[in-house]
């Protein structure tokens, strides 16, 4: 089995090695760039195709628009391009002539979308607009890390239009939840849904929403923002239409991504000292099926796993590991390393027994199940196993929010155990940046489902009734 380092000692490198030697990812030869290997592919393409049907179902079609971006369109958003202006990559170059514009390297679509729409849009009948699109993206991070944070990365990014302000900020708030349920249901990862902060809203917008995910390091990840763009980027790119007044309006936008970060949630959230755990609904292989062959068995024993995995391929996504070169236990060691929901031995006994031995990757537990009726256990387990995963994350994250009043044991608990401390923020941006300044630590969101509490600002003592959510974060 390929070695990694302890997850207890060394999260850092634990993180990195799990990641490379799952054959997730791979270092590209551009700093900052990562080459995403078959196996980590196919785990996006199960998460992008399980994202892609819930966005659809709410009404919205994909579409794609360029990688390059006129550099004026980025400067006619002030917010938006002081944003974005340090992470820019430009093209000043063609072949051998330099350009008459620069153009940017797409670190986000709003300004070339909103200039498509002020050429589509001209009526109330148009409205609302619903268009997603699947693209790459570039930002040139100074620090970079596998999934989390890279230079290049792959992302969805839904860009709307609409009548009212109303609709709008329904539109936002519905796929907020759309992420949510997409968390918390296909990749077992339990979220925190909330309001950004003025300080920690997106560039141009009028409001962001994020749903917030904890890892088991104790650092926060955003996984999913939604935002509201109002009418900033529709005044700047003249996205008019005639309503039924007979009066011409600004649209109201809306803007909302999640990337392949969530790869690193992942990780972080489920892989244990032997590596990955992959929820059962995105792992790209969920039930690896692993022969027992004595050599006099060998023809029995290949031949009955062939059928099994011919039953199984019914219902599952099943891989049969029929490799000679390695032993029984070096494939298991492997596979739980790649964090395969079930893996299913057969040998000679089970086959004399009529059953075969199932056992879960997240809690090791074995257990016989019947030839009769095996297609039915393994869905079952494997519904068992994305129940189990997102069980043993929720009380983690339950076990690591601290409710705090006092600054003391607030930032003990950033020196040390870290994780989410629910807090009373007086609303100040003097004392958000105080406690950035001084804990690491920065407001993850104003949780939508709270409600109004007495207490005094976790910083300067003032009475508020705004409880929100800190956390160190990546």
Same mark, same amino acid.
């Given at each position: 089995m390929e070695h990694i380092a302890s997850k207890a000692e060394d999260?850092?490198?634990?993180?990195?090695?799990?990641?490379?030697?799952?054959?997730?990812?791979?270092?590209?030869?551009?700093?900052?760039?990562?080459?995403?290997?078959?196996?980590?592919?196919?785990?996006?393409?199960?998460?992008?195709?399980?994202?892609?049907?819930?966005i659809k179902a709410t009404g919205h079609?994909?579409?794609?628009?360029?990688?390059?971006?006129?550099?004026?369109?980025?400067?006619?958003?002030?917010?938006?391009?002081?944003?974005?202006?340090?992470?820019?990559?430009?093209?000043?170059?063609?072949?051998?002539?330099?350009?008459?514009?620069?153009?940017?390297?797409?670190?986000?679509?709003?300004?070339?979308?909103?200039?498509?729409?002020?050429?589509?849009?001209?009526?109330?009948?148009?409205?609302p607009v619903l268009i997603n699109q699947w693209a790459n993206v570039v930002r040139w991070e100074k620090t970079t890390r596998l999934f989390l944070r890279t230079s290049e990365f792959l992302w969805q990014e839904g860009h709307t239009c609409h009548r009212t302000a109303e609709e709008a900020e329904e539109e936002t708030l519905r796929m907020l939840e759309v992420y949510r349920s997409f968390l918390t249901e296909d990749l077992a990862i339990p979220v925190i849904a909330g309001r950004k902060t003025e300080q920690e809203k997106f560039a141009g917008a009028v409001r962001t929403y994020s749903v917030e995910a904890l890892m088991t390091d104790g650092r926060a990840l955003q996984a999913g923002t939604s935002h509201n763009l109002g009418q900033n980027f529709a005044k700047v790119f003249d996205i008019t239409f005639?309503?039924?007044?007979?009066?011409?309006?600004?649209?109201?936008?809306?803007?909302?991504?999640?990337?392949?970060?969530? =790869?690193?949630? @992942?990780?972080?959230v489920h892989g244990? #000292?032997?590596? *990955? $755990?992959?929820?059962?609904? &995105?792992?790209?292989?969920?039930?690896? =099926?692993?022969? @027992?062959?004595?050599?006099?068995?060998? #023809?029995?024993? *290949? $031949?009955?796993?062939?059928? &099994?995995?011919?039953?199984?391929?019914?219902?599952?996504?099943v891989e049969f590991d029929a490799r000679e070169e390695y032993s029984p236990g070096w494939k298991f060691n492997e596979w739980e390393l790649k964090g395969v929901p079930v893996r299913l031995e057969i040998g000679p006994r089970d086959i004399k027994a009529g059953h075969v031995v199932l056992v879960r990757r997240d809690t090791g537990e074995k257990t016989t199940a019947p030839m009769d009726g095996l297609e039915r256990a393994v869905e079952d387990l494997l519904a068992s196993v994305q129940n189990g995963l997102y069980e043993r994350a929720k009380r983690f994250m339950d076990e690591n929010t601290h409710r705090l009043e006092n600054y003391d044991d607030f930032k003990a608990v950033m020196e040390t155990k870290r994780g989410f401390v629910y807090a009373p923020w007086c609303g100040s941006q003097g004392c958000e940046a105080t406690i950035k300044d001084e804990t690491g630590a920065t407001i993850?969101?104003?949780?939508?489902?709270?409600?109004?509490?007495?207490?005094?600002?976790?910083?300067?003592?003032s009475v508020t009734d705004l409880w929100v959510y800190f956390a160190k974060a990546y």
């Open positions: 999260f850092s490198q634990w993180y990195t090695d799990v990641i490379l030697k799952s054959e997730l990812a791979d270092y590209a030869p551009v700093r900052g760039c990562m080459v995403i290997r078959p196996y980590g592919y196919a785990l996006w393409e199960n998460m992008q195709a399980r994202l892609d049907a819930r079609r994909n579409a794609y628009f360029p990688l390059f971006i006129p550099e004026s369109f980025l400067r006619r958003e002030a917010q938006h391009v002081e944003g974005f202006a340090p992470e820019v990559a430009w093209v000043t170059r063609a072949g051998s002539e330099d350009l008459a514009e620069p153009l940017v390297v797409r670190p986000t679509s709003e300004t070339v979308i909103g200039y498509m729409y002020s050429k589509w849009i001209k009526s109330w009948r148009d409205l005639l309503d039924q007044d007979d009066q011409l309006k600004y649209v109201w936008q809306t803007s909302w991504g999640v990337s392949t970060r969530l =790869i690193g949630g @992942i990780i972080m244990d #000292e032997r590596g *990955l $755990a992959l929820p059962p609904r &995105v792992a790209p292989t969920q039930v690896v =099926i692993v022969p @027992i062959m004595p050599p006099a068995a060998r #023809e029995t024993v *290949l $031949a009955a796993a062939r059928d &099994v995995e011919a039953r199984l391929a019914k219902v599952c996504r993850r969101c104003i949780p939508l489902d709270a409600s109004p509490a007495s207490g005094t600002c976790i910083r300067c003592g």
